[in-house]
């Protein structure tokens, strides 16, 4: 299957700071790609969904001035997670798909916020 | 939007017995459902799929039903391994050419040797 390569795999970061994660496809075009949330011993709780060239469709109750996104070329989609918190932290997933494909995931950030 | 419910939470079977897991979904429109297996702080891995004009797909062990009148779909796992214990998601997708899915909550399956 397609490869869909996520970094970094875990991250530290200060209260207050802000982290990004990078979302690759590295063997397609991705015209579409989504962010997750997953807390432990939980499912992937959908964040947004980013098509290449305009912005991003966020979720209810998903803050998009807080979980920015950009996915400036059909292969990278990033998410910055700004002025991050304890409750931030969490594994994040991106995925991305290719028209009329099922997607595919990245490995995960784990993200703990000190 | 689309609901899935997914059962069992957990499932404990003896390496060689069979695991069936079901997800019921909300959304008549949904026309693709994909399972996925995670490992333990890994990324989900499509496992198998199977699309709304098929009532069945089996590939090796593992074989996927798709009952579109009661909107309920389940997978099957004959002769389980211990490699098999894992947590297996079911999703559904309303196709709106990116197929963006909504997750089951997840069954954590566990194959005794």
New interface residues.
């Given amino acids: 299957?397609a490869v869909v390569s996520q970094h970094p795999s875990w991250v530290i970061c200060k209260s207050g700071t802000s982290v990004k994660i990078e979302c690759r496809s590295l063997d397609f075009q991705a015209?579409?790609m989504?962010w997750y949330r997953q807390f432990p011993?939980?499912?992937?709780m959908?964040m947004a969904?980013s098509?290449e060239g305009s912005k991003a469709t966020y979720e209810q109750g998903v803050e998009k001035d807080k979980f920015l996104i950009n996915h400036a070329s059909l292969t990278l989609s990033t998410l910055t997670v700004t002025s991050a918190h304890p409750e931030d932290s969490s594994?994040y997933?991106c995925s991305a798909?290719q028209?009329?494909?099922?997607?595919?995931?990245?490995?995960?950030t784990?993200l703990t916020v000190v | 939007g689309e609901n899935v419910e997914q059962h069992p939470s957990t499932l404990s079977v003896q390496e060689g017995d069979s695991a069936v897991i079901k997800c019921t979904y909300s959304d008549s429109a949904s026309n693709y459902f994909p399972w996925y297996k995670q490992e333990l702080g890994k990324r989900p891995q499509l496992i198998i799929d199977i699309r709304s004009n098929v009532g069945e797909k089996k590939d090796q062990r593992i074989a996927v039903t798709l009952n579109k009148t009661a909107k309920h779909f389940s997978l099957h796992i004959t002769e389980t391994q211990p490699e098999d214990s894992a947590v297996y998601f079911c999703a559904a997708s309303m196709g709106r050419g990116s197929y963006i899915p909504t997750f089951g909550r997840g069954t954590s399956l566990i194959v005794h040797p």
């Fill in positions: 299957g015209t579409t989504f011993k939980q499912s992937l959908l969904t098509n594994f997933i798909s028209q009329n494909t099922e997607a595919f995931f990245g490995q995960g784990r």
